[in-house]
Nanobody
Framework: QLQLVESGGGLVQAGGSLRLSCAYG????????MGWTRQAPGKERELVAR???????TYADSVKGRFTISRNYAANTLYLQMNTLKPEDSAVYYC????????????WGQGTQVTVSS
């Protein structure tokens, strides 16, 4: 299982921005899919953004146009740039990674809290 470590969460006012980072360890197998999921209290975990090695990023409708996922292969880091944040974006954000995109994610990080005040 991959080790994934998120950082960059915090408290921000509505309309503000945050950038989440996810550092991941070395893998013998190629990591072909990575993403960010989030879970708010009392709600199910949802997929926020996903990126594969051979495809365009995909986003949840609720964050399209505001969030951008990117990956720095040289630095072994995944990012999530979050702009125009809304109170409903408040959640614990988890980094996720997998080897086969069609099979989903195999590993998750411990999560980082994002709180957006109104």
């Amino acid at each position: 299982q991959l080790q994934l470590v998120e950082s960059g969460g915090g408290l921000v006012q509505a309309g503000g921005s945050l950038r989440l980072s996810c550092a991941y360890g070395h893998s013998i197998l190629p990591i072909n899919v990575m993403g960010w999921t989030r879970q708010a209290p009392g709600k199910e975990r949802e997929l926020v953004a996903r990126i594969t090695t051979d495809g365009a990023p995909t986003y949840a409708d609720s964050v399209k146009g505001r969030f951008t996922i990117s990956r720095n292969y040289a630095a072994n880091t995944l990012y999530l740039q979050m702009n125009t944040l809304k109170p409903e974006d408040s959640a614990v954000y988890y980094c996720a990674a997998g080897f086969i995109p069609s099979r989903g994610f195999d590993s998750w990080g411990q999560g980082t809290q994002v709180t957006v005040s109104s």
